[in-house]
C-alpha cells in the first residue's frame, strides 16, 4: 500500500500538494506514482518564472519504464524549483514527499486548494483504479 500522508492535498494525475509559508505551495508526486513509474532516471524541471495553469503539463519525468508528464496542481508561477533532481533524480523514488519535491509554485488563488483531494478522497481513488 502506498503511503498518503494526511497533511497533503492531492490531484487526480498523483500530484501532492504541500502549503508553505506565506501561502507557496511545494508540489511533488505521489508513492503511488514514484511505484508505477519505477526507477526515475530523468527529470526535466519547469523553469523558475513559469506561469502554469491547473491541471497543464508542466515538466517531464522519465523512468525506466516510462515518460509521465505531471501536471499543475493550481494555477500560478514556478518560484523554485528542486535541483538536487537532474543529479539525483533516484531521490524521487526514496522519498518522494521530502527531498524529492519538485517545485514550489505561487498560486494564484489559494481557493483552487479546495479543488483537490485530501487523504482519504485520494486513497478511495487509487483503490478504486485497482
Not at 503539463?57 to 508561477?77: L, N
Amino acid at each position: 500500500m502506498s503511503e498518503i500522508p494526511a497533511e497533503l492535498k492531492y490531484t487526480k494525475t498523483h500530484e501532492w500538494v504541500r502549503q508553505a509559508g506565506q501561502g507557496d505551495l511545494t508540489v511533488g508526486i505521489t508513492d503511488q506514482a514514484q511505484e508505477m513509474l519505477g526507477d526515475i532516471v530523468y527529470i526535466e524541471l519547469p523553469e523558475v518564472g513559469t506561469t502554469v495553469r491547473a491541471s497543464v503539463e508542466c515538466m517531464v519525468i522519465e523512468s525506466v519504464k516510462a515518460a509521465s508528464d505531471v501536471y499543475a496542481p493550481v494555477e500560478g508561477e514556478i518560484i523554485e524549483v528542486n535541483t538536487s533532481l537532474t543529479d539525483q533524480p533516484e531521490l524521487i523514488n526514496q522519498k518522494s514527499y521530502d527531498d524529492g519535491w519538485l517545485f514550489r509554485l505561487r498560486p494564484n488563488n489559494t481557493a483552487d486548494l479546495d479543488r483537490l483531494l485530501d487523504a482519504k478522497g485520494y486513497a478511495d481513488m487509487i483503490a478504486a483504479e485497482g
